[in-house]
């Protein structure tokens, strides 16, 4: 009998490839939009693939549209409004440190889900599964400190936005799977993806009114660059989608461990596109990565 056991594996691998692809989308953009507005990219550009997604999904699944229960939306808002704020500060860190460091430092949110999944959602951790994700972190920090760098503001900055988004996003993904646990009576692929559409829904308000109240300006660039700004909004809606439900099938400690490989793909974008080089010290980093992320797997 076919197991969905194990499908949370490869919909996280693949999420960490759609959501590297669509941050340095989004950093192209951050110079022309300013952070928020590269960053309501992804909600605003979004959402309409959500809605397709979730209209694929009713299709052929059979299932009917759900009414969640009340506890969905506090859930909902946390996850929402905590990647809104997580995103920002990520793209402030990125145009002030290298996109392979700061991606690592947003990699420490795997420890930070595994502490806010075990006390908001009890979810449960083996001795094994918490060694990898201590080892895989480990390999982050090594990856993101530079020894002998000159310890000024400057330095310490990004470092700590780094840190706080992480946490932010750690707190996102808990939100995001408490949410979709609370929708019942349908597969875990509709709740997913009912939960994205609601999830991208709510960014989608609320950044366009602050934009519109703070930056009016902003939005009309963001729709006059409508082309690149598709892209990047579709990549970030179909990772979200692949995040989803890796999110419905496990806790979310163990798809952030694993989605850890995104350090290893930030390094090629990085190499690739923005000809920045790669350290012996981060490669020491990225091994320590793969180990923890391949105790993950066999846990």
């Known amino acids: 009998m076919f197991s969905t056991a194990t499908l949370w594996i490869p919909f996280t691998l693949i999420a960490a490839a759609g959501q590297v ?7 192209s953009l951050t110079g022309q939009l300013g952070t928020w507005g590269a960053t309501n990219i992804r909600f605003l550009f979004g959402f309409p693939f959500s809605l397709v997604f979730f209209a694929v999904v009713l299709v052929t699944s059979g299932d009917r549209v759900p009414w969640p229960p009340a506890s969905f939306w506090p859930w909902l808002l946390l996850g929402a ?66 020894p002998g760098g000159e310890k000024s503001f400057a330095e310490i900055r990004p470092t700590i936005i780094g840190l706080v988004a992480a946490a932010a996003f750690a707190l996102s993904a808990i939100g ?19 939960t994205l559409v609601w999830g991208l829904f709510v960014q989608t308000v609320v950044l366009s009114i602050y934009l519109f109240w703070r930056a009016p300006d902003v939005l009309k660039k963001i729709l006059a660059l409508w082309k690149p700004s598709m892209l990047a909004g579709f990549m970030g809606a179909f990772a979200s989608q692949f995040w989803f439900l890796a999110f419905a099938l496990t806790a979310a400690a163990n798809v952030r461990t694993l989605a850890l490989v ?17 350290a012996a010290r981060e490669l020491l980093g990225t091994a320590l990565i793969v180990i923890g992320v391949a105790l993950l797997v066999a846990a």
């Open 21 to 27: 692809a669509r941050n340095a989308m989004q950093r």
């Open 81 to 146: 409004l905590s990647q809104i704020i997580a995103t920002g500060l990520m793209l402030v860190a990125m145009n002030e440190r290298s996109f392979v460091v700061t991606t690592a430092y947003l990699k420490t949110e795997a420890i930070q889900t595994a502490v806010f999944g075990f006390v908001f959602l009890g979810d449960h951790l083996t001795v094994m599964k918490v060694a990898a994700i201590l080892i895989a972190t480990i390999g982050v920090v090594i990856t993101a400190l530079r």
């Open 176 to 194: 995001f799977r408490g949410a979709i646990l609370t929708v019942e009576g349908v597969s875990f692929v509709t709740a997913a993806s009912y």
């Open 262 to 278: 995104e350090v290893l793909f930030a390094q090629a974008v990085a190499y690739y596109s923005f000809k920045q080089k790669i």
